[in-house]
Each structure stands twice: as structure tokens, then as C-alpha cells.
């Protein structure tokens, strides 16, 4: 433990990732001295910019391995963890990282006597039919009764300049004249700016939030998934017919891409499967007051974040006019 005269030392799983350099920056502009546990330490060099002088060091670490696990977290007072996979590769899957991972670094954290902040996802539940959502629930309970006094995030879809909801369409519509609609573009988000996220995660590690409570957050609109796309469409200034795409078809098309051996599928079937339901910020968060507007924070809308990012999309970048253009 960090001793009284010296700054509170916090290990974040994950921190060089795109919800983790935003957490890592937070923390550090907060003072912190920053422990990045990273499968690849000689990758994270861009966190180093974000802090003074030594305030911020990378660690090896593999959720897979206990060892490591265990090492990172020595020493720590507080522990976030910011790893989450969107699809499975090799022996990275749902089950080891996401459950195996997430109850390794909680019974680290309470060998070591700190706190934790674990970063889930709305729609965790463990009888989810998706493997993502139910390895996410998995992972809460065993928090639950590993660390009773964790606080748990679970965010909406996040946006900011390293997503991959808005950038992977706006990708898209550079090249197709044609977006899909997976299940007609009904299913509802609640997008809430990455921002916004490790905010909420810097105050965890502030002691503001309340021990061993599940928050919900999402950002100030809930949007279908097809005004998403018509959104982003607006800002990147290009005009793309939207096709609706049926459930089966789409899950037909995402367990194919899922055999192909790419670094990422575009699009896998537990990602369709984890589409059909709403994903929004429920009532009895609202009502228990376990949602970013309880925190009292002031939330940045898609309107006014997504052309910082987007703008290299357009159909002459940033040098692009107001009108649509193509």
C-alpha cells in the first residue's frame, strides 16, 4: 500500500486499450501514480505522454496467467479492469478473458487488500444467450462474492476516436453504397463518449461512487441502431442506401466471417445474437440513481464528439464542405 505521503498507487488491466488510455489519462491528470498491466509493455509507449515523468509504467500481464496477474497487482491500492474482448481468437476467448480473467484480477486485488473498479457492460447476465453477455455476468458474480465492495460500470456501446461501432460504418460507407440493417436497425443504444466513461472511473478511484454498486451508463440520447448509422452518415457527409438485414441472414453471414481467418471479423454471430436485445440504460438504475446523471456529470453528445474523429471519412477529409457530397 501506497504510504500517506506519496500518491495513491492504481493498476489498470487494459490501460493501453481504447477504454484504457482514456482511464489512464484521467487518473493521471488526477495525480496517480499509474501501473499499465499489458500483454505487450513495448506497446504502450503512447500512455507515457499522458502523465509526468515516471508517474505511469507499463507491467506484463496476461489475464491467463495467475502469475502475472498477482505481480501486476502487488502493492496496489486501487485495481481497474478495462478488458474486454468483442470476439474470440485463439485462446483469448469469452470464457478466459472476459470470466477467468475478470475472477483473477479480484481475488489479486483482495490478496492485496485494495479496492476495485471492474468496467462490464449493460446486458451482462449469466444466462445471456450471448457468450459475450453471459461471460460479463459470469464475471460480476464472481466479483460479487469475491470483492462485495467493488463498483461495477456497465456501460452502453462506447463512442470516441478509437471506437469500433462508428468507425467500422463510416469505414464501411467509404467503399459500399450500401449499410446493412442488422434486424431491420431497431435495437436501441444509449452511445456514451469514452470520455464520460473513465470519468466515472477516475471518481470510483476518488471514493465518490458507492462500494459494491453496479452502475449503468449511457450517454443523454437512446438511439436506434438505425438512426446510429443515419448519424454518423450526416457527419462524414456521404448518402448510403440503408438494407435492412434479417436475423437469420445476419447470423448466417457473422458465423461465416467468424471462420474466416482474419485479425478481426467484421461481423460475428454471438455479435448478432447480443443485438437483438435493447441496449439501454435500464428504469431501476434511473430509479436507484446508478446512471452517469446521478454523478452529476455534464455528458458530451454524439453530435458534438463524433465530428472530432469522423472527419477523415469524408469524401475529401477534413477539407470537405458543409453539404453532402457524395
Known sequence: MSSLN??????????????GRHVVRALARRGYRIRVAVRRPDLAGHLQPLGGVGQIVAIQANLRNRESVNRA??????????????????????????????RAVAEATRAAGASL???????????AESDYARTKGCAEAAIAKILPDAVILRPSIIFGPEDDFFNKFAEMARFSPFLPLIGGGETKFQ??????????????????????TIYELGGPRVLSFKQCLEEMLDVI????????????LASLIGKVASLIPLIEPPLTG?????LKTDNV??????????????LGMQLATIEAVLPSYLTRYRPQGQYSGTGNEA
Open 6 to 19: 506519496q500518491p495513491k498507487l492504481v493498476t489498470v488491466f487494459g490501460g493501453s486499450g481504447f477504454v
Open 73 to 102: 497487482v502487488a502493492g496496489s491500492d486501487h485495481v481497474i479492469n478495462c478488458v474486454g474482448i468483442l470476439f474470440q481468437s485463439g485462446r483469448n476467448t469469452f470464457d478466459a478473458v472476459q470470466d477467468f480473467g475478470a
Open 270 to 274: 454471438d455479435q448478432v445474437t447480443l
Open 237 to 248: 457527409q456521404r448518402k448510403r442506401v440503408l438494407v435492412p438485414l434479417p436475423w437469420s
Open 117 to 127: 473498479t471492474h468496467i462490464s457492460a449493460i446486458g451482462a447476465d449469466t444466462e
Open 191 to 212: 452511445p456514451v463518449f469514452v470520455g464520460d466513461v473513465a470519468e466515472a472511473v477516475a471518481r470510483s478511484v476518488d471514493g465518490l461512487l458507492v462500494p459494491g
Open 281 to 294: 440504460v435500464s428504469a431501476e438504475a434511473v430509479r436507484e440513481n446508478r446512471t452517469l446523471a446521478s
